[in-house]
């Protein structure tokens, strides 16, 4: 599977360029697959997926990138999983990685850690790969973050603890404030979360009380709506981590005596290496709105009808 993801980031034009420049600069990581506690298998309509972090990257204490990808990929749909790992792998190691790599040689690996444009860049690798392989997205995101990259990268700050503690060049300036003010849109989040899942679990005891219903479709609707609420569940308790996190940094900024967390990112964000990232940003960018462009282009010309990208972009994320 692992190899088969990688011989589908070969073929896209843009995932080889990645990899001959990785290869080029002489750069390595570990990947492998590995059981995620937050993650769980789910069966929707018939289809295996399954919920949670599709992959991490860590830097390890011997100077190399490790890649975990998610192990429910092993057990899901075998069509789910080829077009959805390279976009992923490419995500994670060519992009996450790959960066990793290049800050830890200019001595701005922790500052880059909490930058946005790391996970914009790496967001950005996956989505092209993706898209030069598939011809279109597994969500809306990358629609999202070329219709607002800014708005996209500030919504993403509450979707999961690392993403809340990561800021954009201006916020570094004062990273404390930012986290103040990050705060209470983060607890908007777990209110949400909770009348989702209560929505939900009402939604349960009404279908399961509804007398004469046919028992085979009952037990199972009955199995698709327990994967729900355990997803919904590991939603809420995510989006109370997000809070707890903030709550933590800011914690451990108060306690710094020399503030030297606050000190690192702002005076670390003025290296030449986040210029060179930030150009490197917009111009994969540009890259990615140049195909879908291209292919908007040709599947106007070939159908009158309502077109493609109309059906893709009302896809879920």
């Known amino acids: 599977l692992l190899l088969k993801a990688l011989d589908g980031i070969l073929t896209t034009p843009s995932g080889r360029a990645y ?3 990785f290869l080029a600069e002489g750069l390595t990581a570990v990947v492998h697959f590995a059981e995620f506690p937050d993650s769980r298998a789910l069966h929707i309509g018939g289809r295996k997926t399954f919920t949670g972090p599709r992959a991490y990257t860590d830097w390890l204490t011997n100077d190399v990138a490790e890649i975990r990808l998610n192990a429910n990929y092993v057990g899901a749909d075998s069509d789910y ?11 994670e190691l060519l992009g996450h990685a790959a960066w990793y790599s290049r800050a830890e040689r200019a001595d701005q690996r922790l500052v880059f850690h909490h930058h946005e444009l790391n996970e914009a860049m790496a967001r950005l690798t996956g989505w092209i790969v993706e898209y030069e392989l598939n011809g279109q997205f597994e969500g809306t995101g990358a629609w999202r973050y070329l219709d607002d990259p800014a708005r996209y990268l500030s919504q993403l700050k509450l979707k999961l603890p690392y993403y809340a503690r990561t800021f954009n060049s201006r916020e570094m300036a004062d990273a404390a404030s930012a986290l103040r003010e990050r705060l209470p ?5 777990v209110v949400r979360a909770e009348q989702v899942l209560n ?4 939604l349960d005891a009404k279908v399961t009380d509804s007398p004469g219903a046919p028992p085979k479709e009952l037990d199972s609707f009955q199995r ?3 994967d729900l609420v355990a997803s919904y569940r590991d939603e809420l308790a995510n989006a109370e981590a997000v ?3 903030i709550q933590g940094m800011l914690r451990t900024m108060a306690g710094e005596a020399d503030h030297y967390s606050v000190t690192l990112l702002r005076e670390g964000v003025g290296h030449p290496l986040f210029q060179t990232l930030a150009a490197e940003v917009a111009r994969e960018a540009a890259v990615l ?17 309502p077109s ?3 059906r893709i972009f009302r896809g879920g994320d």
């Open 19 to 21: 990899a001959e420049k």
């Open 81 to 91: 999983s080829s077009r959805s790992l390279p976009g992923v792998l490419a995500h």
């Open 185 to 189: 849109a983060a607890r908007a989040e």
């Open 199 to 202: 929505q939900q679990l009402a």
């Open 224 to 226: 698709e709506q327990a």
């Open 243 to 245: 809070v707890e996190e």
């Open 289 to 305: 709105k140049r195909l879908v462009e291209k292919t908007k282009a040709s599947s106007a010309a070939k159908s009158t009808g």
């Open 308 to 310: 493609v990208w109309t």
